[in-house]
């Protein structure tokens, strides 16, 4: 008995212990919830929408080839991790008169992968500001109508995001320009809010609901 106590305090508890941290505590429980009531995205000229979906929503500003390095990073890091799930999708606000630059961004980027869930909305310059407000962050749109910085918006139209971050307390969103901010943080809470709904769906279909 005691031969077995002490190999199991040997070598399953160390592997018991790796495999949780291995997977981050951040894992675990639901992704916080910081805002409710975001905009959403006006119905005109066939602009996707957030509803039912899981969005990433980002800013490119009327420079969009000035955003596309930070386009790059997030589809490298992001986007190809998680594009196949159903219900996930990326927005990205633009005002109207950028569709060029926008086209030429989607080509460059289907060059690096599948491009289905890359999504685009025109709008004009008073709904992009009053959408980026609607989010209630610490973050301020550049002059061009631009953010480094991508949200979390459930399908519920609630921004998500982290309410005890080690570096900024209240994390809002995720900055495009930093590879660490996307593989150490965003990696972790994509991954949270996605296994929230795969978990909910499943529950749902235990019960018998559609």
Request: glycine share 6%; proline share 3%.
């Amino acid at each position: 008995m005691k031969k077995t106590f002490v190999l199991v305090v040997l070598f399953v508890l160390p592997i018991v212990a790796y495999l949780f941290f291995a997977s981050g505590v951040t894992n675990f429980g639901r992704l916080p919830s910081l805002k409710e009531g975001i905009m959403e995205i006006p119905l005109n000229s066939g602009n996707p929408m957030f509803s039912e979906k899981i969005s990433v929503l980002g800013f490119l500003g009327k420079n969009v080839e000035g955003r596309k390095g930070n386009a790059f990073n997030l589809n490298q890091k992001i986007y190809k991790r998680f594009h196949e799930f159903n219900d996930f999708q990326f927005l990205m606000v633009v005002p109207k008169g950028t569709e060029v630059a926008v086209s030429n961004l989607k080509k460059e980027l289907s060059n690096l992968d599948e491009t289905n869930k890359w999504n685009f909305a025109f709008l004009n310059d008073q709904d992009i500001t009053r959408l980026f407000e609607s989010l209630g962050t610490d973050k301020k749109l550049e002059s061009d109508l631009s953010s480094p910085f991508v949200f979390i918006v459930d399908k519920q139209l609630h921004l998500r995001g982290r309410n005890n971050d080690e570096d900024e307390g209240f994390k809002y969103g995720y900055n495009t320009a930093s590879v660490a901010d996307l593989n150490n943080k965003m990696v972790d809470d994509v991954k949270i809010i996605l296994a929230e709904y795969r978990m909910a769906r499943k529950e749902n279909n235990l019960q018998g609901k559609n």
